[in-house]
């Protein structure tokens, strides 16, 4: 199996030159790869072509594939692995191990996520790769399963028998034993291990063994499959998930539950679509860039002080006729002392001082203008992750118009949560003070 580890904004070669930010795939790995971002072209997919990875074509390089705004690992058919890492700056240690694990922590912050009462202190992120550590989790929680024991529940069987057990069913009674009189065609109920639950861990076991390279883990699973001997392999999933019960006993299984649909149905965050990926993690950074600065705040920022409200709505643009263009900033954060109220929106995009406004979209702008107005916010803010690009910007951009609109631009060190809170507490701090 060929691997591959990228950052975001990096790219991919059709078997071209080695560039700098280039990688040179093979052309059938770079061709299903391709076809793989082609296919999830339709809306129901929940990503759009150039929001998963962008396709161009480049003098002297042909066809490139850039990684962007999605995160995570792509497994093509031909067994390639991608991993795609975020374009992280870190202040103490940027290798490939280091963002994983900060990484991680985000992704932990977001609830759809099933990964978020998964501790990371205990992984070995500098040997695992993403995939791996995906399934390292998994087997984590499948050994808690195990230890607690197996569980059990009734299931219905039908069959030829010698005595009467259960109730006859005397439709296929009468069809298949009208010359067997010795048989009577019965169906009844035995408790057994083979339940939705038991099988749909069994077969992500199955999955995840013809995936994952790391030798302890391989060995892991074939532990949990010598456990799991007695139980079948799910045969039809979709059914099995709707199956599976809610009663209490079956209540160990949820996270559980909630990883085996990551791995056997694609759900991440979304279900991406195309025949050659046999598997697609792949989680938009936007998303968890936002999450993970709400999760931040919340737990830095002193809450007899500020009230922190994330995904605010009851806003709109217009009134009349009808409610219509919903404003919903990422979050709004209330001083109780003052009464003042700050909006911030996070964008999961790099600054540069070489580029026009520093890359910051008129659109957005627009955007932080109507927040502004509608909140009666003294300021709003526009936060961005680090970058190299931005190290020597050491106070916040600012906004700010002859009508009152004042925006701040600030970017955040995302591997210290308390740093960030702070760099977010001096911005409140400010807009709690008088107007001069």
Avoid at 13 to 19: A, K
Avoid at 48 to 54: A, G, K, N, T, V
Avoid at 210 to 224: A, E, F, K, S, Y
Avoid at 274 to 289: D, K, N, Y
Wanted: charged residues 25%; positive net charge; aromatic residues 8%.
């Amino acid at each position: 199996m060929k691997q591959y580890t990228i950052r975001e904004y990096m790219g991919f070669t059709r078997n071209g030159p080695p560039r700098a930010g280039m990688i040179s795939l093979p052309e059938h790995a770079f061709d299903q790869l391709e076809q793989f971002i082609l296919s999830n072209r339709d809306a129901n997919s929940g990503a759009e072509p150039l929001e998963l990875m962008s396709l161009s074509a480049r003098p002297g390089l042909g066809k490139v594939i850039t990684a962007k705004n999605y995160v995570g690992v792509v497994t093509t058919r031909d067994g390639t692995e991608i991993e795609i890492l975020p374009k992280l700056t870190l202040a103490k240690d940027n290798s490939d191990h280091a963002v994983r694990k900060v990484f991680l922590t985000m992704l932990r912050t977001v609830q759809e996520a099933p990964f978020k009462t998964f501790r990371t202190a205990h992984l070995n992120t500098s040997r695992m790769r993403l995939l791996d550590l995906f399934v390292r989790m998994f087997l984590d929680e499948t050994h808690r399963l195990i230890q607690r024991g197996l569980k059990s529940d009734y299931t219905v069987k039908q069959d030829n028998e010698t005595c009467v057990r259960g109730k006859i069913v005397f439709s296929e009674h009468i069809r298949k034993n009208l010359l067997h009189r010795e048989q009577v065609f019965v169906e009844y109920d035995i408790f057994s291990v083979d339940c939705p639950e038991n099988r749909l861990v069994k077969s992500t076991a199955i999955y995840l063994q013809r995936h994952t390279t790391d030798l302890q883990n391989r060995r892991d699973l074939r532990i949990v499959l010598s456990v799991m001997e007695q139980v079948p392999v799910s045969k039809h999933v979709e059914q099995d998930f709707l199956r599976c019960g809610q009663s209490r006993s079956m209540a160990d299984y949820q996270r559980l539950l909630e990883l085996c649909r990551v791995f056997l149905q694609g759900k991440s965050f979304t279900a991406f679509s195309g025949g050659q990926a046999t598997l697609a993690l792949l989680f938009p950074m936007e998303r968890v860039f936002e999450s993970y600065v709400a999760a931040v705040l919340r737990q830095n920022l002193d809450s007899s002080q500020y009230r922190v409200h994330a995904q605010a709505n009851g806003k709109y643009l217009f009134d009349l006729p009808k409610e219509r263009f919903a404003l919903r900033p990422d979050l709004v954060i209330e001083d109780l002392n003052s009464g003042e109220k700050t909006v911030l929106d996070t964008k999961w995009k790099l600054l540069s001082p070489q580029w026009h406004n520093y890359g910051i979209s008129q659109a957005d702008m627009y955007q932080m203008y109507a927040y502004q107005k509608e909140y009666a916010a003294k300021q709003t803010v526009l936060l961005y992750p680090d970058c190299e690009a931005m190290a020597d910007q050491k106070i916040p951009l600012c906004y700010s118009s002859s009508s009152g609109s004042l925006v701040r631009v600030q970017t955040l060190h995302l591997d210290s949560p308390i740093a960030m809170a702070e760099t977010v507490r001096e911005l409140l701090d400010v807009a709690s003070q008088p107007s001069k």
